[in-house]
């Protein structure tokens, strides 16, 4: 053995005095490995909890407030409130009949919803969730957003085909936009641009928020029917979910830089601003998750089976989690819309982290 031993340290030895070591570079990282060492050390979503909801009717946005732990979700003709973590009820804001949307403003302590069905929106304290005034709007208001930059409440106008301009110091209507076509819905880069989806016409508007005129019209195709909007204030990127596609722009001068498939059905889009995800909430019953890798560079982490119906989504950024309304669906029968009817009971928010 000592022998043997020997042999080899000396074997071993003219090996390195006649052959001169020369370093090995690593093989540069690849985006194909680059994204398989993503998808490997980052956890998948899942769905920790349900939260039941009372009441029935139909559902659109849901948020976060700025101020306390509650959830605000709209439902048919109320707003509910509960307890983000545990999902206990915290209230109602009743008489917002065909309610979209809701809005805060953490400065005057005041929150605001978008009445769709009574082209108003309703004005509550965001301590109590008592409404304090309700304020006409141009027609069906869907969504609504703070921009801060103006200090302004925006709504997003369907049939009106415009956007209403609230200050909310007064609560009254200061100005309006026309778009000439359908508003889905709006991010701001706080710096004096709002970005707005026109789901008609497959196009994204910048608007100035100095001045509250249109200034660039920005098409999207071969994206379609857009519906929920992100926006990356970091990247300067916008993110619009439109029919099995994401479609990633340039805020900046409307450049599409990438394209991507999602989900069937998305009908919302937000931007996990510290993990640089772009999650969508496809009504197929799914949530696709895109991963930013760099500049202009993004990949379909995963896609995460929820339940069919969950079509909106809204993020706690500090939390990291995910909220998703939905209900069950009766196998029979139709609205006078033509939706399938909502089984009685069985509204509930999907939490995901």
């Known amino acids: 053995m000592k022998f043997l031993l020997l042999l080899l340290s000396s074997g071993l030895a003219v090996g390195f005095a006649w052959s001169p070591m020369v370093p090995v570079t690593p093989a540069p990282l690849t985006t194909k490995t680059r994204v398989a060492e993503i998808r490997q050390q980052a956890a998948p979503l899942s769905i920790v909890t349900r939260f039941p909801i009372s009441g029935n009717g139909g559902w659109d946005y849901l948020a976060v407030s700025p101020r306390k732990d509650w959830l605000y979700i709209s439902h048919g003709d109320q707003v ?32 605001y919803t978008s009445n769709g069905k009574s082209n108003t929106v309703s004005v509550f304290d965001l301590n109590s969730n008592q409404v304090q005034k309700t304020i006409t709007t141009g027609g069906n208001p869907d969504a609504i957003l703070y921009e801060p930059f103006s200090d302004k409440i925006i709504t997003c106008n369907g049939r009106g085909h415009n956007l209403s301009i609230i200050d909310p110091r007064s609560n009254v209507v200061v100005d309006s936009v026309a778009l000439g076509g359908k508003p889905e819905t709006a991010v701001t880069d706080s ?22 005129k249109v200034t660039a019209h920005w098409s999207l195709a071969p994206g379609e029917e857009p519906t929920g909007l992100a926006f990356d204030v970091t990247g300067h990127r916008l993110f619009a979910a439109c029919a099995k596609r994401l479609v990633v722009l340039n ?9 991507l498939p999602i989900g069937e059905g998305a009908d919302g889009a937000v931007f996990d601003l510290d993990k640089k995800i772009i999650y969508t909430s496809n009504g197929e019953g799914s949530i696709s998750a895109i991963q930013q890798l760099g500049p202009d560079k993004y990949v379909l982490k995963e896609t995460l089976p929820t339940q069919k119906g969950a079509r909106t989504i809204c993020i706690d950024q500090q939390t990291h989690t995910l909220y998703l309304p939905v209900a069950a669906f009766e196998q029979q029968g139709q609205t006078s819309s033509g939706r399938p009817k909502i089984k009685p009971g069985s509204f509930q928010v999907l939490v995901l982290r």
Not at 89 to 102: A, D, E, F, R
């Open 80 to 111: 509910n409130i509960v307890d983000k973590t545990t999902g206990d009820s915290v209230g109602i804001i009743p008489n917002t009949l065909g309610v979209h949307g809701i809005a805060f403003d953490a400065a005057t302590n005041t929150g």
């Open 191 to 212: 710096a004096g641009n709002l970005y707005v989806n026109i789901e008609d016409k497959n196009e994204i508007l910048r608007v100035d928020t100095r001045t509250f």
């Open 251 to 259: 805020a900046d001068n409307g450049k599409i830089v990438a394209k």
